[in-house]
């Protein structure tokens, strides 16, 4: 998962972000508060640590800014702010968590990992779907009595699709839970990772969680090679109808002259024989 770190000291947004991605999660850093808006605005995260004592604009401000254009995305605040009217002030203005410095990393994850569940409307921190079992919080996989071996990123690609199953997530959508600004995103790569959990998870169950919507590289190609083929065959058809039309109507046309000019010889030829008279 994507997550917004707005943190302006550099130890502590370096051990957050350090810890996060050990975790597994994709962690885009800024260090203030119009930073951390234009950053909001622009990328869909799926939670955000916010510092409260921010350079250019102070983190409630943010927070209140966020919550008035109607975002929904958790807010776990992170500060030295730790007087009770203090806590009182970052839940009233939207937060959905606050968690005071100095804190321990594996209490930080706790918290997010709650917080993500809440916002998928789980209780339970297993993510089931049929016979798959994933714990977001061990980083494991099993499949029946199977366990199932995944790299970081695999593993967020199959939870990715487990928040929703059955929804079709396009490409630039995965890529954005998955790749953090500063990664490079080669462009099959989301479909290098679907093929590689097909085999290790299975077809049927991949195929099903993604809604038909991440099909193979190869059987992509081929759907799109038929595509193509079929809208050409439709249009060399439609040309074809068209000029057969132009040239039935064309012929039609000069085999009517043909059959006037004839017809007409014909009657001068009876009126010569009937009149001969006339001829003189």
């Known amino acids: 998962m994507r997550l917004l770190l707005v943190e302006d000291d550099g130890m502590v947004g370096e051990s957050v972000r350090t810890g996060l991605r050990r975790e597994g999660f994709t962690v885009d850093w800024v260090k203030d508060g119009v930073a951390a808006e234009l950053a909001a605005a622009n990328d869909d995260y799926a939670l955000i640590l916010l510092d409260l004592g921010l350079p250019r604009k102070d983190g409630i401000e943010v927070l209140k800014a966020l ?145 038909g919507g991440l099909p193979h590289g190869e059987a992509r190609m081929i759907s799109i090679r038929r595509t193509l083929l079929v809208s050409l065959l439709i249009g060399v058809l439609i040309v074809g109808v068209a000029l057969s039309a132009g040239v039935y109507f064309f012929a039609r046309e000069e085999i009517g002259e043909v059959f006037d000019y004839h017809l007409k010889q014909l009657a001068l030829s009876l009126r010569d024989h009937a009149f001969p008279e006339a001829q003189s």
């Open 67 to 211: 919550r008035r254009k109607g975002g929904h995305v958790p807010i776990l605040i992170l500060t030295a702010r730790d007087a009770v009217p203090d806590r009182v002030l970052g839940l009233n203005s939207g937060a959905d968590d606050y968690l005071v410095k100095p804190f321990d990393l594996h209490e930080l994850f706790a918290r997010v990992h709650a917080l993500l569940r809440r916002q998928a409307g789980r209780a339970d921190p297993l993510v089931t779907f049929a016979d798959v079992v994933l714990n977001p919080i061990a980083h494991q996989v099993t499949r029946g009595d199977r366990d199932i071996d995944l790299s970081a990123t695999e593993f967020a690609l199959l939870e990715a699709l487990l928040e929703r199953p059955g929804a079709i997530l396009s490409r630039s959508q995965l890529e954005q839970r998955l790749y953090g600004w500063n990664e490079e995103v080669e462009s099959n790569s989301v479909e290098a990772h679907v093929s590689r959990l097909r085999k290790k998870i299975g077809a049927d169950l991949i195929g099903t969680v993604a809604g």
